[in-house]
């Protein structure tokens, strides 16, 4: 399957103009990188982690975003609390199984949540994918240690098993529902020395998830402006610090011909 500029730019308008809330229960490291990204985009950003209110904050918000960077205890029945509610108001929810393979703790609380919070999509990357689906692969903290592209027959396996699409991000991004694989080619090798914007991916796969509802294209355009905001960003970066600026601002004023001349 391919994806076009017209209706990456067409998602694109949509989320400016509604401005879908997307409710964050996600980690300490990258609220504040991903709040701003999702205002610069033209989203509402929601941080809220307190089992008390995160059923309340769900019935507010269009999207639910489940990252489990930070874990603890408080926070994993937040996120199983959440991920009822949103179930029950049938908004989708988008899972970041972060660090997935680190530790037996982590991984079991993603298979879980896989298993119980059924998310509409999975965002990771190569060694996190490859950790969710199969037991015993082990992963060096939060970074990859595989390729996206070693991580395809795993990712087909999570989507057989539990019918939700399944992004995984790299040098090339592969979005994969049943037989259909999209290849998103665009970002910058530099941006993997930013911390926290693999998290950006997913909560820009949120906001994109509200206004289309076929998950894969969501999933792929979302990919599609993270990477050209990437490219756009490094052209003007003199290293990470910098790129972690200029994205925010590129996200800002990302336009149709930027998509246009750029989408690979």
């Known amino acids: 399957m391919r994806i076009n500029a017209a209706e990456i730019c067409q998602d694109l ?80 929810i988008v899972l970041d199984p972060v660090g ?44 990859s240690t595989s390729a996206s592209n070693q991580a395809l027959e795993s990712a087909r396996h999570l989507n057989r098993e539990f019918n939700a699409v399944v992004c995984i991000t790299g040098e090339v991004d592969f979005i994969l529902n049943g037989s259909a694989t999209i290849e998103v080619k665009n970002g910058h090798e530099m941006m993997p020395r930013v911390t926290g914007l693999g998290c950006t991916a997913t909560a820009v796969c949120g906001a994109f998830a509200d206004v289309n509802k076929n998950f894969e294209k969501a999933a792929a355009h979302a990919m599609a402006v993270m990477g050209i905001a990437g490219e756009m960003a490094a052209e003007k970066a003199d290293g990470p610090g910098t790129l972690q600026l200029h994205f925010i601002d590129a996200l800002y004023r990302i336009c149709e011909q930027d998509i246009r001349d750029r989408l690979r």
């Open 100 to 143: 997935v393979g680190a530790t037996p703790f982590r991984t079991a609380t993603a298979r879980n949540l896989v298993q119980e919070a059924a998310p509409e999509i999975i965002r990771g990357n190569g060694s996190e994918i490859m950790a969710l689906s199969q037991a015993g692969i082990s992963t060096k903290g939060v970074d």
């Open 13 to 92: 308008d949509a989320v400016r103009q509604n401005s879908p809330l997307v409710h964050n229960i996600t980690n300490f490291v990258v609220m504040n990188n991903t709040a701003n990204a999702l205002l610069a985009l033209g989203a509402s950003p929601v941080m809220a982690h307190a089992e008390e209110e995160v059923a309340d904050m769900v019935s507010l918000a269009s999207a639910l975003v489940i990252n489990i960077g930070t874990l603890s205890p408080k926070w994993i029945d937040a996120m199983f609390k959440a991920a009822r509610a949103a179930k029950q108001k049938g908004i989708p």
